[in-house]
């Protein structure tokens, strides 16, 4: 079944032309049955190219699902065209302001992580974001630096600075192949990684998180947070095929220290095209969120959060 987005949104054109199944919100409003409202609140520069990422992943499986754009209130993104951001993102203030409730929430990451978490200058909103999920969320999955700042704000957990850059796609273990999110998974898998900071193994554990995939070479990658109904994947299983190739050219261009990303590029050599070889977990790991949200989910949605 298809995902709902605006008929002039972007990513309705593009993943149409890939076989997608999209629809309008008039057509959806015409079934009688109820979609699960996903929204992404965007963290990420290239607005565009996020929301055509996580759209493709969730659009994919074969549940309706109303999908909604959230920005923060008052960080203007200088990126993506305000034209954009003023016709297909509604501010988290004015979201938490009606009351409405999501099935699931999706807060991607940001290229902050080397800034401490305090010294974001919308840290004290994404603060009220992370405990109005509570209350309004029935499932969150936090990306990255998002997943980062969510263990950080539910558990004081750190972030560690590394020494160099984990760039390049790493083997993972599956460490709970009994794990409903894990479901149809391979006993080890390669994950883009593209992060300057961690988050350690033990510490996470400590505070009473699981982790479920995890690498020897860049540490934990996808932990659950039980007791605050939420994911975080620390890497980026939703990138596509040239989107490490995108982030190591800008950096040459820049002449920024940057190696080739690791076990990326045929035979090592940038000047070949790169091969995806995540994109069928990527598909499994939302899937299966979708699907836990969607066996667990209130068919009325007040119901959420209490």
């Not at 998180?209 to 932990?223: A, I, K, Q, R």
Request: aromatic share 10%; net charge negative; proline share 7%.
């Amino acid at each position: 079944m298809p995902i709902t987005l605006p008929e002039n949104l972007p990513a309705f054109e593009k993943l149409s032309q890939e076989g997608v199944m999209v629809m309008t919100p008039s057509r959806a409003q015409s079934q009688e049955i109820r979609p699960l409202r996903i929204a992404l609140l965007n963290l990420m520069p290239k607005k565009i190219q996020t929301e055509n990422q996580f759209a493709r992943l969730i659009g994919a499986t074969p549940l309706q699902i109303d999908f909604q754009l959230i920005k923060m209130s008052d960080h203007v993104t200088r990126n993506t065209a305000a034209e954009h951001m003023e016709e297909f993102y509604r501010s988290f203030s004015e979201v938490a302001a009606t009351g409405e409730k999501f099935d699931g929430l999706i807060i991607t990451g940001a290229p902050i992580e080397q800034i401490p978490f305090e010294e974001v200058d919308y840290w004290d909103e994404l603060q009220q974001v992370f405990e109005w999920t509570q209350s309004h969320v029935f499932s969150t999955f936090g990306v990255c630096w998002g997943g980062m700042a969510m263990a950080h704000y539910f558990h004081g957990v750190a972030k560690h600075a590394l020494d160099h850059k984990a760039f390049g796609c790493f083997r993972h273990r599956n460490c709970a192949p009994a794990s409903p999110y894990l479901r149809g998974f391979s006993d080890d898998l390669l994950i883009p990684v593209s992060r300057w900071t961690e988050m350690q193994r033990p510490e996470l554990e400590a505070a009473g998180m699981v982790t479920l995939l995890h690498s020897d070479e860049t540490g934990p990658c996808l932990v659950e947070d039980r007791a605050h109904h939420a994911l975080y994947v620390f890497n980026h299983l939703e990138y596509d095929s040239t989107t490490l190739k995108e982030e190591y050219d800008r950096d040459v261009a820049s002449g920024k220290p940057i190696n080739v990303p690791a076990n990326y590029y045929p035979e090592n050599d940038p000047r070949q095209t790169p091969t995806n070889r995540w994109k069928s977990h990527a598909h499994l790991l939302y899937g299966n969120w979708i699907n836990e949200i969607y066996q667990g989910t209130p068919y009325d949605m007040a119901e959420i959060g209490r």
